[in-house]
C-alpha cells in the first residue's frame, strides 16, 4: 500500500479542455478566466468574482483592496497556514493570533473580542478543515466595531452555512485550488464579493496594474475598430502579477463541474473514518465533521501517542500530515505570538489522515485497521 494524504482527482475531461487552449493558442489571461470567474459566481452566489493564481494572492489582494494604514492590526487565527498571516505583513499590518475555539478548533470568537482593540481593522475567519466559523456570530460583532472581513475559504468550497455560501458572510471571501485542495488548477485561487465597487480596482491589482483585458485588446487589432487604440492603457493603481491564466481556467471549469461528486466523496469517506474509529480509545476526531452538511479538504484525529502512531502508518505506507503547526509559534510570527495556550498545545496531538476523492473504501478500512492495531 502507498496512500497519498491528498491527491487532485484529475481525468480526459481535463486535458481536453487544456488542449482546446492549445488549439486556441491563448494559454495566458483569457476568455476562459472570464468564464470560469462568471462560473464561480454563481456558483457560490455572489456578485463578483475575479480569479488570481493562488489563495495567498487572493488574500493579499483582498486586505489591500481596504487600503488600511500601516501598521493596523488584522485579527487571524493561529491555526491556520503561513498565507493568512503573510497576507498581513505584506500589507506591511499586524497580525494579532487568536487562539483556538477547543470544539471546533475555528477561531475562538471569545479570545477574538478580548484581542480587539482601536487598531483592529479586519478580521480574518479561516473555515479549519473546512468547519465553518459562526460567521452569524462573528459578523454582527465585526460590523459593531466597523472591522472588514476577508474569509479564508481555502479548506471549503461549496459549503451553505445557514443559508448562505461560505466566502459570502463576509466583505470579501477568497478560495484555494492548488494541487492538494477541494478542486484544483494546479495552482490558483478566486476572490469573491457582493460587494462589486470594493472590487474596482482588483482586475488592474492582479494584472501588473492595467485595468484592460488583453484578450478583448487583441479582439481590437482589426481594421474595423480604427478608433479603439487599442495599445493604450494607464496605470494608476500598484499591480502585482496575480492573474489566473486560461490554462488553469480551462481545468478549473472543468473540476468546478466534478466538485460537487467530489465533495460527495469526501463525505463519505469522513463519515467511514468517524464511524470506523468512534470506539477506538486514545483517538477521536479532530473536530465534530458534519460531512453530510458541509464540505471539507481534510480529516483528522487527535492521538494521545501522535508521533509514535504516525510512524506507525507510515511503516505501512499511509502517509500522515499535521495541520498545522500554530503560526503564533512559529520563528517568522513569533514576535506577535505566545499567546495562544490552547492550540499551541493541543496542535501536539493532531494528525491529518488521507482525505481525497479517488481514495477507495478498501483503502479507508485499511487506514483504520492500522489505527485500531495500534492500540490494540
Ligand atoms: C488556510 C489556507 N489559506 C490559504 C492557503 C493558500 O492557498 P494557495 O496555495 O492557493 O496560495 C492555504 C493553502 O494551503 C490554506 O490552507
Same mark, same amino acid.
Given at each position: ?15 481536453? +479542455? ?14 476562459r478566466v472570464n468564464e470560469f470567474e462568471e462560473k464561480w459566481a454563481e456558483f ?258 487527535? +492521538? ?73
Amino acid at each position: 500500500m502507498n496512500i497519498r494524504l491528498f491527491k487532485p482527482s484529475l481525468g480526459s475531461e481535463e486535458l481536453s +479542455a487544456v488542449k482546446d487552449a492549445f488549439d486556441r493558442s491563448w494559454v495566458g489571461l483569457g476568455p476562459r478566466v472570464n468564464e470560469f470567474e462568471e462560473k464561480w459566481a454563481e456558483f457560490v452566489g455572489a456578485k463578483l468574482a475575479i480569479g488570481v493564481n493562488s489563495a495567498t494572492a487572493a488574500l493579499h489582494l483582498a486586505l489591500a483592496t481596504f487600503r488600511f494604514p500601516e501598521g493596523k492590526k488584522v485579527l487571524v487565527p493561529s491555526l491556520t497556514f503561513s498565507a493568512t498571516a503573510s497576507a498581513v505583513l505584506y500589507n506591511r499590518l499586524i497580525p494579532v493570533f487568536v487562539d483556538s475555539d477547543p470544539i471546533t478548533l475555528g477561531m475562538d470568537l471569545e479570545d477574538m473580542k478580548r484581542k480587539f482593540n482601536k487598531d483592529v481593522v479586519a478580521v480574518m475567519p479561516v473555515h479549519y478543515a473546512g468547519h465553518p466559523v459562526p460567521m452569524e456570530l462573528l459578523m454582527p460583532w465585526a460590523r459593531e466595531y466597523g472591522l472588514k472581513v476577508v474569509e479564508d475559504c481555502a479548506h471549503t468550497s461549496g459549503a451553505i452555512y445557514k443559508g448562505k455560501a461560505l466566502g459570502t458572510w463576509g466583505d470579501i471571501g477568497c478560495y484555494s485550488f492548488e494541487e492538494k485542495k477541494l478542486m484544483t488548477t494546479g495552482d490558483g485561487g478566486m476572490m469573491v464579493t457582493n460587494e462589486p465597487e470594493l472590487f474596482k480596482d482588483v482586475k488592474a491589482m492582479r494584472w501588473v496594474g492595467i485595468d484592460k483585458d488583453n484578450w478583448k485588446t487583441a479582439q481590437t487589432y482589426t481594421h474595423k475598430n480604427h478608433n479603439a487604440l487599442h495599445w493604450f492603457y494607464e496605470l494608476n493603481v500598484l499591480g502585482y502579477k496575480y492573474n489566473m491564466n486560461d490554462l488553469a481556467a480551462s481545468i478549473g471549469l472543468q473540476q468546478l463541474q466534478k466538485l460537487p461528486t467530489m465533495n460527495t466523496r469526501r463525505s463519505e469517506i469522513i463519515h467511514q473514518y468517524v464511524d470506523g474509529l468512534k470506539d477506538v480509545e486514545g483517538v477521536k476526531p479532530l473536530l465534530p465533521y458534519e460531512p453530510y452538511n458541509y464540505v471539507y479538504q481534510m480529516f483528522g484525529i487527535r +492521538a494521545q501517542k501522535r508521533d509514535e502512531l504516525m510512524i506507525h502508518l507510515k511503516s505501512h505506507g499511509i502517509a500522515t500530515g499535521c495541520h498545522y503547526t500554530p503560526l503564533s509559534l512559529q520563528p517568522l510570527f513569533k514576535e506577535w505570538g505566545g499567546n495562544c495556550p490552547y492550540i499551541e498545545q493541543e496542535a501536539n496531538r493532531f494528525i491529518t489522515l488521507p482525505l481525497h476523492a479517488d481514495l477507495t473504501d478498501e483503502e479507508v478500512n485499511y487506514i483504520i485497521e492500522k489505527i485500531v492495531q495500534f492500540k490494540s
